[in-house]
Structure formats: structure tokens, C-alpha cells
């Protein structure tokens, strides 16, 4: 996919719009100046230019599929974003004959755009301002509503001080053909695992440190990766005490173990999961056919997810979320509800639904790669769509949704919850409306200034070597929490 630029284009949002439109083939932007038009070559392409004409703008776009060729003009008084994103996005919609589900937005957070829109006019114009403008289908902007009604007590009971803790196991028993996160599998990285795991316990020491000086108050507590039943039973009753230990745990009302793929999870582990009283687990099957399992690289079978599930219950555990994936290379839609329905028979409390999201780095995305998604966009949705009246009808509630590029369909991730079983640093993490605190390879803390929409990042070291080696700069950026939060009170006074 060829786009060229002319004039102050939104490069950002034209490039996001190509990719929406044909999400397999790589953008590459190229600029002009010249009075004559560039030359494509074969294959798709899209010019966006705006030129400024007595005092207004006009505002042109070509786009072309490599066969077909479109051209839309408009103008404006000013230098407007939508309208050079909306005149793409309807010759993009006429050229190829698809209209998303999701319209025209290619950002992460569409519920937090439409919490914006609802404050802004009231709940019914937000939502119906929210479905014209960005061209999202009824059924999507519903499903959002919803979510941002279900987000609401847990929004409106934050304070100023209070933050979310996130804690990265970045190791998993094998890498899975769809993944692109920073996780490495054992089998290669088991040296790196015991001092990664000591200098972990630091950083959550010295973040314990920074934020009892700043008088932040703990309200949720997530431990992630990876795949943190990598650890051992022993290391991870150790970090789920440190944290218990360096921390104020008084506000903290809900502390989540991501023990996520089946094959990791051990009577010990849950036990010791159990004896330090955590509240809330993660078991995610992705799949419930042997073969689609197979396919992404799992070497645990649909049994070994009944068998985790019930030794949990036996354990006392009634708060299990299950990852499910749409969207899986040799999956049909009558597979993907037997899965369904055999995670709603277990008695999953949480279901997250997501779209297969295939990055540049994945093992499906390499020559050689499965990407049979190509031709499923349907039959995704159609599962998707099951997954909604389905959970619907069981008395689940979505309470938090997001998206991503490259999804199957172009659709979303959405976790549903039993009454009473919400995860609130899901809610926090996707609608942004507190600091997260992250330690640990990859993570990265958002932290928010509770005066005024400003959202700062620390990012931390993406790979476990690095984090290992040069674990005194994680350290030492932990003190930007500080600096970032006597910026935010300062502007308060």
C-alpha cells in the first residue's frame, strides 16, 4: 500500500485509515511537492492533499485498489483533521465495498472517546453523535454504551491518589504462532528467570518506596505476563507476599494472578496462589478444539483446561476469567461455540473475548504463516456476534473493550463479567482514568494527572536481558513517578 502526502495531511490518521481498509498490506507514506501527480505502482494507493486557496482549504483524495480509481474533493474554512480523515474514509468504503463495524476509528480506547462525547451532550446524543460521526454501526455503539454504563461505579469511586499496580512475568512455556509480546519461551530463557525474579522483587520494593512518599494508596493489584505460573510455587507466593509486605494493602480490594496457560498450573501454585489470598485468577484455553490448539503452537490439550478450571474451583477459587481468541487459523464458527459454551459450563465468573490480532513479528505472519484469516472476516464476526448473545443471555455484562491493529474482522477485545466480578484494573488500564504502576520487563506506567486529562509514561526495558543488566536505570526511572506527580500538585496550586 502506497500513501502519498501533500500539504499538512494528518499523515498519522491517513496511514491508520490504509491500514484499516487493507490491513495485510504494509503502508509506506511518501511526501510530495510537485503540481503533478505521483506515479503509483501497481497494487493499492491513496493520495491526501490539502491545499490552501484564498483563505480556505481544499482538501482532495485519489485512492485505488489497483484496478479501480476514486477521487473525492471538499474544502473548509480551516484546517480540519475529520475532514480530510472522513472524505478517505467514504472513497476507501466506496472503492472496496466494506463498511467496519467500528466506522472509522483505528485508536485503542473507543469507549473512552465515547465517555468524551456522553459528558460533552448526555448519554443519547453522545451515543448518537458518537455512531454518526465516527460511522459505527448500531450494534458496536451499543455494546460500547454498555460497557461505559458497567465502567461506571468503579470510575466514580476513584480518588486522586489512588494507582494500580502491574507486575510482568515475561516468559511462557512456548511461543504461541499469534504472539508478538516480549515473552520468552523457558526452554531458551530458564537461566534468566531466577535473577530476573530477584531484581523484580526490588523494583517492587523501590515502587513501594516512591509512592508511600508521594501518599498514592494501592487500590488493585495485577500480576501478568507472559505467563506468571512460569514461576515457581515457592517465587510466587514470594512475590505475592513482597507486594503484601511493601505495600498498603487497605484500599486494595482486588489482586488478580494471570496463571493463564493450563500447562503452567500445578496444585503448589494454586495453593500458594491461595494461602497468600489472592482473589481473582486467569485460565485462558484461547481454544477449546485440540486441532486449533495444535495450529497456534499449544502444547496443552482442551482436557488440561477442565482439569485446571476444576482443581481451581476445588481450591476455592470462584473468580476465574477465561481468554477466548475469534479469529484462530482452523477455526470455524460451530468450533468457536463449543468453546464458548464449554467455558460458560465450566463456570468462568469473567470471559474475555478478543480478536485475533496478527503483528509484524508473529510466527503466522512469517512467510511460511497460516494467515487463513484473510478470507474469515465473516465467519469472525459471526463469532464474535455469537459471543455477545450468548455471554448476553448468561448474565454477563461488558465492562471493558479495546482494540488493536491487524484484528480479524477489524473488530474488538471485550471482557464480560458476572454481577460483582468486574476486574477493575481492566477498567482503569483501558479507560486510562488512574496511574498504573507497572515493574517488570515490558511494563510501562501510565500515570495520570487526576487534575486535567495529561497522561505521562515510563517505559521500562522491553526484554528480560536488558532488564537484568541494566536493572539501576529501571530503578532510577521509578523516581520519574515522583517528578511527574509534583508536577501534576503543582498545577493544582
Given amino acids: 500500500m502506497e ?11 491517513c496511514e491508520n485509515l490504509c491500514r484499516l481498509f487493507f490491513p495485510y498490506s504494509p503502508v509506506k507514506v511518501e511526501t510530495w511537492e510537485s503540481p503533478l501527480l505521483p506515479q503509483p505502482k501497481e497494487g493499492p494507493w491513496a493520495i491526501a492533499c490539502i491545499e490552501e486557496q484564498a ?3 481544499r482538501y482532495k483524495v485519489q485512492v485505488s485498489d489497483g484496478e479501480r480509481t476514486l477521487s473525492r474533493e471538499d474544502s473548509s474554512p480551516a484546517l480540519v483533521e475529520y475532514t480530510m480523515t472522513n472524505l478517505l474514509y467514504n472513497a ?7 463498511r467496519p463495524a467500528w466506522g472509522m476509528l483505528t485508536g485503542i480506547h473507543p469507549v473512552k472517546l465515547l465517555r468524551q462525547y456522553v459528558e460533552e451532550r448526555g448519554e443519547e446524543a453522545g451515543v448518537a453523535y458518537f455512531q454518526s460521526h465516527c460511522h459505527v454501526t448500531p450494534q458496536k455503539a451499543d455494546l460500547a454504551r454498555r460497557v461505559l454504563r458497567a465502567q461506571g461505579p468503579a470510575v466514580e469511586a476513584l480518588t486522586e491518589n489512588d494507582f494500580s499496580l502491574y507486575v510482568s512475568i515475561p516468559f511462557c512455556p512456548t511461543r504461541c504462532a499469534y504472539c508478538s509480546f516480549v515473552s520468552q519461551d523457558i526452554e531458551h530463557a530458564k537461566k534468566l528467570m531466577d535473577p530476573y525474579f530477584d531484581l523484580l522483587l526490588v523494583e517492587v520494593e523501590k515502587t513501594a518506596q516512591v509512592t508511600k512518599a508521594l501518599g498514592l494508596s494501592l487500590v488493585s493489584v495485577y500480576i501478568g505476563g507472559g505467563t506468571p505460573t512460569t514461576l515457581s510455587a ?6 505475592c507476599g513482597k507486594i503484601q509486605q511493601v505495600f498498603d494493602m487497605s484500599r486494595c480490594t482486588e489482586f488478580t494472578v494471570e496463571a493463564g496457560r493450563p500447562d503452567t498450573i500445578t496444585r503448589e501454585k494454586l495453593e500458594a496462589l491461595r494461602e497468600r489470598g489472592i482473589s481473582r485468577i486467569s485460565i485462558n484455553p484461547q481454544s477449546l478444539s485440540d486441532q486449533v490448539l495444535r495450529n497456534i503452537g499449544r502444547r496443552h490439550t482442551a482436557q488440561d483446561v477442565v ?5 481451581a474451583q476445588e481450591l476455592g477459587f470462584d473468580n476465574i ?3 477466548l481468541i475469534v479469529g484462530l487459523p482452523g477455526d470455524s464458527l460451530e468450533s468457536f461455540q463449543k468453546t464458548l459454551e464449554g467455558v460458560i459450563g465450566l463456570g468462568a465468573s469473567n470471559v474475555t473475548v478478543h480478536s485475533l490480532a496478527l503483528k509484524r513479528s508473529a510466527r503466522l505472519n512469517a512467510p511460511g504463516g497460516d494467515l487463513s484469516l484473510h478470507s474469515q472476516s465473516g465467519e469472525t464476526a459471526a463469532m464474535m456476534d455469537y459471543s455477545i448473545q450468548r455471554l448476553t443471555q448468561e448474565g454477563f455484562e461488558p465492562y471493558y473493550l479495546y482494540r488493536q491493529t491487524r484484528m480479524a474482522g477489524n473488530l474488538e477485545n471485550t471482557g464480560w463479567a458476572k454481577p460483582g466480578t468486574i476486574c477493575r484494573y481492566n477498567i482503569y488500564t483501558m479507560d486510562e482514568s488512574n496511574s498504573v504502576i507497572a515493574c517488570g520487563a515490558g ?13 505521562e509514561r515510563i517505559f521500562n526495558f522491553k526484554y528480560p536481558t536488558e532488564y537484568i543488566t541494566r536493572n539501576g536505570e529501571i530503578l532510577e526511572r521509578k523516581d520519574g513517578v515522583t517528578t511527574l506527580y509534583e508536577q501534576f500538585r ?4
Avoid at 476507501?92 to 466494506?98: D, H, K, P, Q, R
Avoid at 515457592?234 to 512475590?239: E, G, R, T
Avoid at 511494563?443 to 494527572?449: A, F, T
Wanted: no cysteine; proline share 6%; aromatic share 14%.
Fill in 490 to 493: 503543582q498545577r493544582l496550586h
Fill in 234 to 239: 515457592p517465587q510466587l507466593s514470594a512475590l
Fill in 307 to 311: 482439569d485446571a478450571f476444576r482443581l
Fill in 55 to 57: 483563505g480556505a482549504y
Fill in 3 to 13: 500513501l502519498f502526502l501533500s500539504g499538512p495531511s494528518f499523515r498519522y490518521e
Fill in 443 to 455: 511494563g510501562v506506567s501510565k500515570l495520570k494527572d487526576p487534575y486535567s486529562s495529561r497522561l
Fill in 92 to 98: 476507501f468504503v466506496e472503492l472496496t465495498g466494506t
Fill in 321 to 323: 476469567n477465561a481468554d
